[in-house]
């Protein structure tokens, strides 16, 4: 069922458009020239020049810019921001793909192609749902802008340079555009990226005792960590929307330096830690413990030296659900569908992340089942995705109508 400005999404541009986007590579490589998000985003800016819409390309660091449009009522309201990515992770072992990771293959009423569904399909969605406002011609006050940023994947590049330009400020309220199977995300998991490092002296392996081994230090503290983690969890609990928190060793490198070899004695060793948090943790004291932890282990050892690095922080989120802006998408859905929605939380951090630290309301939705982003054979299907377009115009017609 699709009523009001829903009505107006045309179901062949949501796809064609999809397609389109999915078709211009954009994984962020910085050994290969061109290899960026510099001509999906040049594309994108042309798309939405044609709309008539007020266009800004301005670029974060070289070859990666940020695409941020505007569609103004010119009355006096509400500022709506949807925010959707323009780069995509690699797609890895090209011969385990069924289809062409950039050929945007419809097949069984799926598009199948690396970011399909994270994210450029719904990115499509946002694009098409504010034609859909425009061929509505409906009355409403204030603006839609659309945020259309750079990296995503890594670090959050383009999301940050968006909030220090000051495009955050005054927006009222955003919707984050992420495969959530149309879920209402009303919650996200925080983030800490950090990198441990212990320091020996390099050594014969078959005299280690003349040397001072890092590995061994390590792998005491990644013991120690596991433990924490099962304290955490017992005392946070399990989050009804996000599940349990986590501390997990990604990487683990010993040497960091020069070639591994055997028989040596390596003199420093290193682990990549991914820790994801939910609601009830402080991540200033999640930090303090970790280094109360080096500092207990290294009482009892004069050999041990080993240091904690942050290198990336994102705190949880949490929005309440009666902000006008969850209100808005939820009686959409409802309009859109015929159901009531499904209230969720996102299992990782997004955009969203740093637009909520900037004093931003957001709710993060999308087409997409939230376990294929990232897989081989990524997909999104179409009937979800268009569901999705109808959903956000008929959000942003509620939005700016109050």
């Given amino acids: 069922m699709a009523e009001g400005v829903s009505r107006f999404v045309d179901e062949a541009e949501v796809v064609s458009l999809a397609q389109a986007l999915v078709r211009i590579p954009s994984v962020y490589d910085p050994a290969r020239e061109g290899a960026n998000e510099s001509r999906v985003a040049a594309f994108v800016a042309d798309v939405l020049r044609e709309m008539g819409l007020e266009v800004h390309v301005q670029e974060v ?34 011969t385990r793909w069924s289809h062409d990771p950039f050929g945007a293959a419809l097949v069984d009423g799926r598009i199948y192609g690396r970011g399909a569904c994270d994210t450029k399909g719904n990115l499509a969605a946002a694009i098409c749902a504010v034609r859909a406002l425009q061929r509505g011609g409906g009355r409403f006050s204030g603006r839609v802008m659309l945020c259309i940023p750079c990296d995503e994947e890594g ?24 495969p959530e ?50 304290l955490e969890k017992a005392r946070v609990g399990e989050h009804p929307m996000l599940g349990w928190p986590s501390i997990t060793p990604t990487v683990l490198q010993a040497p960091v330096r020069g070639e591994a070899q055997i028989n ?19 991540h200033a004291i999640l930090r303090r413990q970790m280094e109360d932890i080096l500092d207990r282990l290294g009482r009892g050892d004069p050999d041990f030296h080993a240091e904690l690095e942050v290198i990336e922080e994102r705190p949880w989120t949490q929005t309440d659900p009666d902000a006008p802006v969850v209100r808005a998408l939820a009686d959409a859905y409802r309009s859109v569908t015929g159901r009531d929605p499904v209230y969720n939380g996102v299992p990782g951090a997004t955009d969203g992340t740093f637009l909520h630290l900037a004093g931003v309301p957001i709710v ?39």
């Fill in 155 to 178: 670090l959050m590049l383009g999301i940050k340079d968006f909030i220090r330009r000051g495009w955050a400020r005054g927006v009222d309220g955003a919707i984050i555009c992420e």
């Fill in 181 to 230: 199977q149309n879920q209402i995300c009303i919650t996200q998991k925080g983030a800490m990226r950090a990198i441990l490092r212990t320091y020996g002296r390099m050594a014969h392996g078959a005299m280690p005792l003349t040397g001072i081994n890092p590995t061994t230090r390590m792998a005491r503290i990644l013991v120690v960590l596991d433990e924490f983690e099962q």
């Fill in 264 to 282: 040596v004695v390596p003199d420093q060793c290193m682990a990549a830690l991914d820790i994801r948090t939910v609601p009830g943790q402080d």
């Fill in 61 to 94: 660091v070289p070859g990666r810019p940020n695409v941020i449009a505007l569609y103004d009522s010119g009355r006096p309201g509400r500022t709506l921001l949807f925010e959707g990515h323009t780069d995509v992770v690699t797609a890895g072992d090209l």
């Fill in 364 to 402: 993060t939705t999308g087409a997409g089942d939230r376990h294929i982003p990232h897989h081989v054979d990524e997909y999104v299907e179409v009937a979800e995705l268009v569901e999705t377009a109808r959903i956000y115009a008929e959000a942003a017609m509620r939005f700016l109508s109050a």
